[in-house]
């Protein structure tokens, strides 16, 4: 397969670039003078190091927003790995469950009649067995000067326990990954209250936000998402909510459409109809 299929690159801000990789998954790559950044490694199928390597030779900086293998699975491909200590037990939960979710997906894609998204000669027990060469362990707070350029990491529990959204100083992008986006997953075990998540999505009002890029959409969401979740949240219930079960590890959840036609004062965002939000029962309060 050609990469361009694989991996599609567009630079949206001066040295600034969304790499989609195959199966949905956003890399973003920083460049400063001196550093760059790639936040997330995506499912690590096929190599992006060497698309990274194709826009900059500067030293790379690696930050897993979470520990999720759709934003880990291509850690393997470099040498060092930041991420949030409160996340390494997620990540090492979902690198046990690798094979599954090969066989997941290629029982939808063989259901669905999509091709896959690995490679034709993919070595699933090879694949299975990549590991993150070293991992470096972030604060609740992080700061990195890429040169020319701060990027604020910062952590958002939620989603995960130890999910980190990234603040671009320069464009004043905020990198929301699976925290903040119109679908919210707040599903396993791992994860916390929904009130707690309204609290620490608050945090995020502080930074002079121009757009949101999330870990999974193309859509520019302005600051004003974070209200609709927050919204959504409060509307929520499990009378309002329909059962939704996890197509790899059977887990229940509730699944809760939020029309934004319903959120008071709020302008619609792009193509935006409805809120998602998934959540674990054990997570509502009703
Ligand atoms: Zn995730």
Redesign the pocket.
């Known amino acids: 397969m050609d990469t361009k299929e694989i991996f599609k690159v567009t630079q949206i801000e001066k040295n600034t670039y969304r790499i989609w990789e195959l199966g949905g998954n956003y890399l973003t790559l920083l460049l400063g003078t001196e550093k760059a950044m790639l936040i997330d490694t995506g499912f690590g199928f096929y190599n992006s190091r060497e698309i990274v390597e194709r826009i900059t030779d500067l030293p790379l900086i690696v930050v897993n ?4 293998l ?2 880990t699975g291509g850690n393997y491909l470099y040498d060092e790995i930041y991420l949030h200590h409160d996340d390494l037990e997620t990540y090492s939960h979902y690198q046990k469950e690798k094979g599954l979710m090969i066989d997941t997906m290629k029982q939808r894609f063989d259901k669905l009649k999509k091709d896959y998204v690995w490679p034709e000669d993919f070595d699933k027990d090879e694949y299975v067995s990549q590991k993150t060469k070293k991992f470096i362990f972030m604060e609740d707070t992080k700061i990195f000067d890429l040169g020319n350029r701060i990027v604020e990491f910062t952590k958002v529990p939620g ?2 326990l130890g ?1 980190m959204v990234a603040f671009d100083h320069k464009t004043q992008i905020l990198f929301s ?2 925290a903040v986006a119109s679908n919210l ?1 707040i599903y396993y075990d791992e994860g916390i209250s929904l009130l707690d998540y309204c609290k620490n999505i608050e945090k995020l009002k502080k930074y002079p936000v121009k757009y949101i890029l999330s ?1 999974h959409l193309d859509t520019k969401f302005p600051k004003r998402i974070i209200d609709a979740l927050q919204a959504t949240i409060k509307a929520r219930s499990a009378a309002k909510s329909r059962v939704f079960i996890h197509p790899r590890n059977k887990h229940k959840a509730l699944l809760f459409k939020y029309n934004t036609e319903n959120i008071k004062n709020f302008e619609k965002i792009d193509h935006i109809q409805h809120m998602n939000l998934i959540y674990a029962p054990s997570l509502s309060t009703d």
């Open positions: 927003s979470h520990g999720h759709d934003h989603h995960t999910q990954s699976d997953w870990g």
